[in-house]
Structure formats: structure tokens, C-alpha cells
């Protein structure tokens, strides 16, 4: 293309874009603006953009001479130090703030040491066989129900005795081998794994002599050394077998029980490391629970002792008192609580709920018979041994005759009003509130047929635990701050508590009960929390 050619374009395009700018026929011109239909038609001039600025015009801004010139005058350099000064000013007014809210603020009380067995129900299995409606429970059966037994929170379950061993023959006892109606220790090995996946340890019962009257035979033999060596010797294999602890029964019938007992536990603690603790259980007879309480000075960690809320032949005082000395000896949790044999067999059922808020709202670790949760009861007119009820899953065992009718898992694990789901509500509390878990004990109220205390942990919701044992009249009680104990002087009791668990239909969670002549109905238990006040 010439130079010409592109030229003569170039003039083309330019009046295309003349006649674009043309007025469209029929416009009125002049002035430099025309009206038609309403629309006003303004002429700019050249280069105004419509706001006032030229086109082409940019604003720079000043110069870095300019901006020197102007923060070097008097003025400004009033303003810069008026503005520092008040930056620091705030600072350090932010700094003393915070300084005060620190040291004004009450200080958290350090957390106790918790281990497993500390922070929920242990539940004792016992024999394998009564574990299954047949009556043939083996190890196995324990495994399958390990998912229902998870739904209790429990942290622990006593299995057993399982080994093999003949009634009163010291010589045909084998404490390492499991016998085989039971199982074997594959088995076993099974369980533990399956539990341990569940947040559950397993606690090997080991008491010796299990099938005769006389668990740890005679003095002679107990006395043997030779018989303690192979006590001994089988702690340290199951513990390498992984079990989480060693239960013994009967501890009462030991020669030497102090001596033994401290050897042992001992053994546990060489066995608790590498973030594995684990626990002794040590247990007397129903009939001689004051024995417990009289080694118990020798209580350290990893070492429980079972303590009965029945009073035995040989007990006396009130519960209240005897609770309270239990807890003085041993410590908020030093103790394990029980029963004594099945719950529903040896209370009335209008104190089985009394009976299960009890258990678990007591300082130290609640242990519960398998079937405790249903309300199981042992079978009437049988010796001892014989008179344990077979567990209840799915259907109600044909041996049980008509006294455990209606009173399966499966029935009452939908049934919200159940014994079953107060005992997992129970669990449940005790295992998130620190108040319960380790608070501490203040005796509230005591006398022959009725209880209340206090439990309380730093900034925490406290807890009222308010029991009438009298199933045939109500109880008016106004709970009080014992003046004489002075760790319990800083608390105030309020007016109002709130009800968090009753063993009495009629009284709904979150409702507001004055604390002055509070009255119980006939066996009732009554949960009670307040909020920390300061």
C-alpha cells in the first residue's frame, strides 16, 4: 500500500466518524445544546471530562522536598509527640490492666493426678459363665458384649478367676493358664485388644482358691513361700500379658496381708511405666470391710481398696460417718466403692436409683456387679456361690424363674425412664464434671435414714448429692456447712439449686428447688448443682 493510499483511508475513516457525530435529523441545533422528546443534550468543552477536571491533568501528590519541608514545622512536630505520647500512655494502661485482672483473679487449682481406673465405673464380670443367658459364658462372650459394655463409660472390667485350679489343692493350682471352659489365651489376648479399642483395660481376678469357701486355703499353705512366689511370679506374667490390673478377693484371710500387699504393689509400679499404669484392687470379705480400712494407711497410687455402703456385722456408726472416715483415711481417691454382691438383691427396689446416685457421686471409683445396670437379682433359695443370676441381653434366662422378669438390656435400652439409662447418665456425669470426678467432700447433712453432701472442685458447678433412705416417709432436710471444718468455710451455700438427676418422676431436670426444708419423698434420691460464685 502507498503512502497516498493509506492517506485517503485515513480521510475515509475520519468522515465516517464526522457523520457519527452529526445531529440525528429533526434536532433542533444551537447553543450547544438541543431538546427533543423530553431529552437535553449538553455540549462539553474540549477536554472537561464532566466532573470540572481536564483531561490529562494527574494528581502527583507532594514531592519528598515538599514533604520534609511540611513535617519539619512546629505543628506537626506537636502533633507527632502529642500522638506517641498517647500510644505509650495506652500501652502501659493496657499493661497495668492486665497486671491487676492477673493478680485479682482467683487461682486455678492444679489437677490432681488421674489414671484410668479414676476417671469412670469399673464392672465386674466375674465368673465368664453367668455372662451369657445359658449360663455357658466364656471369654469370647465377654468380647461380643464389649460394644453394650462401652455405651456404661466403664474404664475397667474384673474378669474372672479363669485359671485353672482344683477346690482346697494348692498343688493343682496353675495361676498363669486359663482353664478351657473358659477359653484360652488367645482368647484372652483377643479381649484385651478389643477393649483396649474401646478405652477399656481388663482386671484379672487372681484370688487363688475361688472354688472353695476358703479362697487362699489354708494358713499353712499361705504362709509358704513358696505359694507367694508363685502368686508373685503370676502378677508379673499377666502384667506382660497386658492386663491393666490384678484384682484379689478376700484379702482378709492373708497371714501377713500388710507385708503381702505392699510386695505386690510394688510389682505393679515396676510394671506401670511407658505411660502404662496400672492398678492393684485388693478386696475384703462383706463381713470384714473394717479391715480394709485399717491397712488403708498404707494406701499409695496405683493401690485400691473396696469399701461396702451396706453396713456388714462387724460395721457401726451411720453411713454418713463411715464415708466420711473412708475419704479422711484414704484420700478422695483412694477409694473404690461397692455393694457388696448384687444391688437389687440386698436393697429394695424403691433404692435401687437411690442406691446407683449414691454410688457414683462419691469421691473415689464406683464398682458395679455385672447386671447392676438392669437391676439383676440373685436367684432365692440357692447357696452362695450358686445363686448368681445369669446375665439378661436379649431375652430373660429360663433359669431365673420370675425374678428377673422384664428385665433385660435390650428392653430397657431404649426405655429413657430406665435403670439402665440413669446408670449411663450417671456415668456420663461423673466422667465430664471435675467436681464429681475428683472434687472434693463436704458432709452436708447425716443421720440413721438419710445423707447429704457437697462435692466441689476450684471454679467448677458444684454438686449436691441429697438421699432419703426411709421407704416409708418423706424427709425434710436443710442441708449445712459444717462451721467446724475450715477448708469448707469459704463456700456458701445458695438459696436455690437446680435439679440435675431424681430418682422421683415428678421432679424434672433444670427446675429450680429452694435448698431451706427441702423435703424428699419416701426413698428418693435428689441431684442438686449450683453454679461457682466466687
Known amino acids: 500500500m502507498t503512502q497516498d493510499t493509506a492517506l485517503d483511508m485515513k480521510d475515509v475513516e475520519l468522515n465516517e466518524l464526522d457523520q457519527e457525530k452529526q445531529p440525528m435529523a429533526g434536532d433542533t441545533q444551537g447553543g450547544g445544546g438541543g431538546e427533543k422528546n423530553g431529552v437535553v443534550k449538553v455540549k462539553l468543552e474540549d477536554g472537561d471530562d464532566g466532573i470540572g477536571v481536564r483531561q490529562g491533568q494527574k494528581f502527583t501528590g507532594l514531592s519528598k522536598e515538599e514533604l520534609l519541608r511540611v513535617a519539619g514545622t512546629p505543628a506537626w512536630v506537636r502533633v507527632r509527640w502529642a500522638l506517641l ?24 487449682r492444679p489437677l490432681p493426678v488421674m489414671e484410668w481406673w479414676n476417671k469412670g465405673p469399673l464392672y465386674q464380670v466375674g465368673d465368664p459363665a453367668t455372662f451369657k443367658e445359658d449360663g455357658n459364658g466364656n471369654i469370647q462372650n465377654i468380647e461380643q458384649q464389649i460394644e453394650k459394655l462401652n455405651t456404661l463409660k466403664v474404664k475397667g472390667l474384673i474378669i474372672g478367676p479363669v485359671h485353672i485350679t482344683q477346690v482346697d489343692k494348692p498343688g493343682d493350682t496353675k495361676l498363669t493358664e486359663i482353664d478351657p471352659k473358659y477359653g484360652n489365651l488367645d482368647s484372652f489376648n483377643s479381649l484385651i485388644e478389643a477393649a483396649r479399642k474401646k478405652s477399656i483395660q481388663i482386671i484379672l481376678d487372681l484370688t487363688p482358691n475361688y472354688q472353695s469357701e476358703n479362697s487362699w486355703f489354708d494358713k499353712t499353705v499361705t504362709e509358704s513361700k513358696h505359694f507367694q512366689d508363685d502368686v508373685k511370679d ?10 491393666g490390673g490384678i484384682y484379689f478377693s478376700n484379702v482378709q484371710n492373708l497371714s501377713d496381708q500388710t507385708e503381702l500387699l505392699a510386695e505386690w504393689r510394688n510389682i505393679m509400679a515396676n510394671h506401670s511405666t511407658g505411660g502404662k499404669p496400672r492398678v492393684l484392687l485388693a478386696s475384703p470379705s462383706e463381713q470384714n470391710s473394717g479391715l480394709a480400712m485399717s491397712i488403708s494407711n498404707e494406701t499409695v497410687g ?27 483415711t484414704a484420700g478422695v481417691l483412694g477409694n473404690s466403692w461397692m455393694v457388696g454382691g448384687h444391688m437389687a438383691s440386698l436393697v429394695q427396689d424403691k433404692l435401687l436409683r437411690v442406691y446407683q446416685i449414691l454410688l457414683f457421686t462419691l469421691p473415689g471409683t464406683p464398682i458395679t456387679l455385672y447386671g447392676d445396670e438392669i437391676g439383676l437379682k440373685d436367684l432365692p433359695g440357692q447357696p452362695a456361690r450358686s445363686s448368681r443370676p445369669y446375665m439378661q441381653w436379649d431375652i430373660v434366662s429360663e433359669l431365673t424363674a420370675d425374678v428377673n422378669q422384664n428385665r433385660t438390656f435390650k428392653a430397657q435400652d431404649t426405655d429413657k425412664g430406665s435403670i439402665l439409662n440413669m446408670y449411663r447418665r450417671l456415668s456420663d456425669l461423673r466422667g465430664k464434671e471435675r467436681s464429681l470426678l475428683h472434687g472434693d467432700y463436704f458432709p452436708l447433712y447425716n443421720s440413721t435414714d438419710s445423707l447429704a453432701f457437697l462435692r466441689r472442685w476450684d471454679q467448677n458447678e458444684r454438686y449436691i448429692t441429697m438421699l432419703n433412705f426411709n421407704t416409708h416417709g418423706e424427709k425434710e432436710m436443710t442441708p449445712k456447712i459444717d462451721p467446724s471444718q475450715k477448708e469448707e468455710k469459704s463456700e456458701v451455700l445458695p438459696e436455690q439449686a437446680t435439679v440435675v438427676l431424681s430418682s422421683n418422676s415428678q421432679r424434672k431436670e433444670g427446675e429450680s428447688v429452694s435448698l431451706k426444708g427441702l423435703k424428699l419423698g419416701a426413698g428418693e ?9 466466687g
Open 85 to 108: 505520647i498517647l500510644f505509650w500512655l495506652g500501652w502501659l494502661g493496657m499493661l497495668a490492666g492486665a497486671v491487676v485482672i492477673i493478680v485479682q483473679a482467683p487461682r486455678c
Open 525 to 533: 434420691a435428689l441431684l442438686l448443682k449450683y453454679p461457682y460464685s
Open 234 to 243: 503370676a502378677i508379673s506374667v499377666w502384667l506382660e500379658r497386658g492386663v
Open 302 to 328: 496405683g493401690q485400691l481398696y473396696c469399701r461396702y455402703l451396706l453396713p456388714q456385722n462387724n460395721t457401726s456408726g451411720s453411713l454418713g460417718e463411715r464415708i466420711k472416715e473412708h475419704v479422711k
